[in-house]
């Protein structure tokens, strides 16, 4: 099983931008509470979030064309490297998610970049947004516009869950760490 040290180390391999290791993390904690939610694996369901964009800064116009194989080879089981693959359906490839931790990556890969948008205008950052500040940034089509809000929406209804939730869910999942992600707002500078 993929432990979260084996999915920094695999990522950390390919990824240097700062931008998108902030998004792994954000992605590995929103997933850490969704597998709470559900009650499964945390660290499990985080190591899969971490590792979600293993291919995307060096092959950005073939993402997830480059995980498969490599990831495969590094000894992720095959449900695992399906996970990952499944965050693209859609937009990438064809592989539907159906499980819970499929259905929670393909949906919090769009949603934490909005949240993060959002706690990033605040002074306090993440700690203190809630969930009704989010929804009016959601409903506003014009705000981080490139988070794909059809993508959110689908994986909601794929997971039963009302949008509501499931931000909610991600943001208190955010909130643990958002010194490391660079949410603690302008207020703590």
Avoid at 59 to 74: D, G, I, N, R, V
């Amino acid at each position: 099983m993929l432990t979260l040290e084996r999915a920094r180390e695999l990522n950390d391999s390919m990824v240097t931008e700062d931008h998108l290791r902030i998004h792994a993390m954000n992605v590995m904690a929103s997933m850490g509470a969704m597998a709470e939610h559900f009650g499964e694996d945390r660290e499990h369901w985080m190591a899969i979030g971490y590792l979600h964009d293993y291919d995307y800064e060096k092959y950005p116009e073939e993402h997830l064309q480059h995980t498969e194989k490599p990831l495969l080879e590094a000894g992720l089981e095959p449900e695992e490297v399906r996970a990952i693959l499944s965050h693209g359906y859609g937009i990438v490839n064809d592989v539907e998610p159906v499980t819970d931790m499929e259905k929670s990556l393909y949906t919090v890969d769009e949603l934490t970049g909005i949240i993060q948008a959002c706690a990033r205008m605040r002074p306090k950052g993440i700690t203190d947004l809630t969930v009704k500040s989010f929804m009016k940034k959601f409903k506003d089509k014009r705000f981080a516009a490139k988070c794909n809000r059809e993508v959110i929406l689908d994986g909601c209804g794929r997971l039963g869950m009302e949008l509501r939730d499931v931000a909610e869910i991600c943001i208190e999942g955010m909130k643990p760490f958002a010194a490391e992600i660079g949410l603690l707002g302008t207020d703590s500078e």
